[in-house]
T-cell receptor, first 117, second 113 residues
Framework: SAVISQKPSRDICQRGTSLTIQCQVD?????MFWYRQQPGQSLTLIAT?????????ESGFVIDKFPISRPNLTFSTLTVSNMSPEDSSIYLC??????????????FGPGTRLTVL | DAKTTQPNSMESNEEEPVHLPCNHS???????IHWYRQLPSQGPEYVIH???SNVNNRMASLAIAEDRKSSTLILHRATLRDAAVYYC??????????????FGQGTILTVHP
């Protein structure tokens, strides 16, 4: 299994500002993922963060709005830039557990609850 | 990911079994069937997965239809802690899709004391 922590757990921000969310995994993983969960909705994949390469973004998400860093095999950050109230969501990171190359078992962080005023 | 269909909500009483259905009629021969659940105010957690045969683990059982077009997650004795949103997912395997999960709306399970 993998234990994933996120910081901050929640934040309230003003529109136009940026927030960087940190995700720490307790083991080395090749791939990490960032999801968004809008109020009352299911999770939507934002991007895949691979160590040593540029993040790969899903349709509807762009690097200028959600820049991602992946400096090593246990850590990643997601920045929500130039925020608007529509960015109010829970942001979650995930990573596959050890030995899950076949089964795609994923472990998730607790999420960062962002409110933009 | 292949499309899955789940009921929006289900209810159960504590200590009774719960059968959560999932239809996946477009499943391919190599698609695994995964179940995750999301407890209130938490990130999703993996529950179980299977390919063809029924599977059991400490959390639940997964019954897979012989034609694989449907599956059922079975909680043998529901507890209040099992109240969550349950997601049935058929992740794409390998290549650039590895690890990506497409979450539908899932089934909201309510457990009554």
């Amino acid at each position: 299994s993998a234990v994933i922590s996120q910081k901050p757990s929640r934040d309230i921000c003003q529109r136009g500002t940026s927030l960087t969310i940190q995700c720490q995994v307790d083991s080395q993983v090749t791939m990490m993922f960032w999801y968004r969960q809008q109020p009352g909705q299911s999770l939507t994949l934002i991007a895949t963060a691979n160590q040593g390469s540029e993040a790969t973004y899903e349709s509807g998400f762009v690097i200028d709005k959600f820049p991602i860093s992946r400096p090593n095999l246990t850590f990643s950050t997601l920045t929500v830039s130039n925020m608007s109230p529509e960015d109010s969501s829970i942001y979650l990171c995930s990573a596959p557990g050890l030995g899950s190359f076949t089964y795609n078992e994923q472990f998730f962080g607790p999420g960062t609850r962002l409110t933009v005023l | 990911d292949a499309k899955t269909t789940q009921p929006n909500s289900m209810e159960s009483n504590e200590e009774e079994p719960v059968h959560l259905p999932c239809n996946h009629s477009t499943i391919s021969g190599t698609d695994y069937i995964h179940w995750y659940r999301q407890l209130p105010s938490q990130g999703p957690e993996y529950v179980i997965h299977g390919l063809t045969s029924n599977v059991n683990n400490r959390m639940a059982s997964l019954a897979i239809a012989e034609d694989r077009k449907s599956s059922t997650l079975i909680l043998h004795r529901a507890t209040l802690r099992d109240a969550a949103v349950y997601y049935c997912i058929l992740p794409l395997a390998g290549g650039t899709s590895y690890g990506k999960l497409t979450f539908g709306q899932g089934t909201i399970l309510t457990v009554h004391p």
